[in-house]
């Protein structure tokens, strides 16, 4: 064993990913994949919610190198379930490990989002409501609230696992499609309910697009049809008391997704940091596969 693999307390991690991940893959690889519906956005959301019965099963990792600091990988596991066609409900488990520092598993969180419209609309509202758990060791940045930036990187884990914070996040969401695009809008609010510390605001803004809208003639895996492309815009908005960019950190990343016919939705995007108070790089990977009426399989096969 290397001395950078010592470096590495990997029983966390494994203790707490190893069943869930097993579920996960043994599930997603014996049933018929469907291609995954939303966007391939890693911080904004849409409007799209996941079909009622469905059950969508994502891998999402976040690496990066902060300056002055310990390159650190995230891993989140995420089970989204389409409990009617108005509400879709989500839970993620997530864990980190840091270079020359340990591997912490941070905790989860537990999302809700309600569709009040059906019907497709120019703008397409829904309304997101998240409790979290988690420690301040966590890296996987799946949103920017607040004054968040480089500095909670580089603090070491032994420190920030000793702090758990309990928060409440919301998030109002404005989706639109035309002519193939996807043009989404995030208002984040986020309230500390361990502290008064006063709300955190951030936001998203995603922009996508298939690279062909009409399927092809002849199955295949890698035509134009399975692939996707867009842009992320994402950051801070500071708080209630101090409203604003002042103080902030803001990224913008590039996203590439193939979703494979009966198979896995792979992405990846690099984001780029905008300003000094941001992490210069950040690297996203995600693979999802979606698998139908989960619970009419599960009938199915005890029959």
Not at 110 to 118: K, M, S
């Amino acid at each position: 064993m290397t001395a950078f693999a010592r470096n590495y307390d990997l029983k966390i991690i494994r203790r707490r990913f190893a069943a869930v991940c097993v579920i996960g893959i043994v599930v997603a690889l014996s049933s018929s994949r469907a291609r995954a519906q939303e966007p391939p956005y890693f911080v904004a959301y849409s409007h799209a919610m996941e079909e009622p019965g469905n059950l969508e099963i994502q891998m999402r990792s976040t690496a990066a190198s902060p300056k002055y600091g310990n390159p650190f990988g995230s891993a989140t596991v995420e089970f989204e379930f389409g409990t009617t066609a108005w509400w879709t409900t989500e839970v993620y488990l997530s864990g980190q490990a840091t270079g020359n520092d340990s591997a912490v598993f941070n905790g989860f969180r537990i999302e809700n989002r309600f569709r009040p419209l059906l019907h497709e609309h120019w703008i397409n509202p829904v309304l997101y409501a998240e409790y979290e758990n988690l420690n301040e060791a966590d890296r996987s940045i799946l949103e920017v609230t607040g004054h968040d930036g480089v500095q909670d990187y580089v603090v070491p884990n032994r420190i920030q696992r000793a702090e758990t914070e309990r928060s409440l996040e919301t998030k109002l969401i404005l989706s639109s499609n035309f002519r193939g695009w996807n043009i989404s809008e995030n208002f984040i609010a986020e309230k500390d309910l361990n502290e008064s510390d006063p709300w955190e605001f951030g936001y998203a803004v995603g922009i996508s697009r298939p690279l062909a809208l009409a399927a092809s003639p002849r199955a295949c895996t890698f035509c134009r049809e399975n692939w996707a492309a867009g842009v992320e815009f994402y950051g801070g908005l500071g708080t209630a008391t101090s409203f604003g960019w002042r103080g902030t950190s803001q990224y913008v990343g590039p996203i590439i997704a193939l979703s494979i016919p009966r198979g896995p939705t792979i992405a990846f995007s690099p984001n780029v940091g905008l300003n000094d108070n941001s992490l210069g790089i950040l690297y996203r990977f995600s693979v999802t596969y979606e698998v139908r009426q989960i619970f009419g399989r599960f009938h199915r096969s005890g029959q």
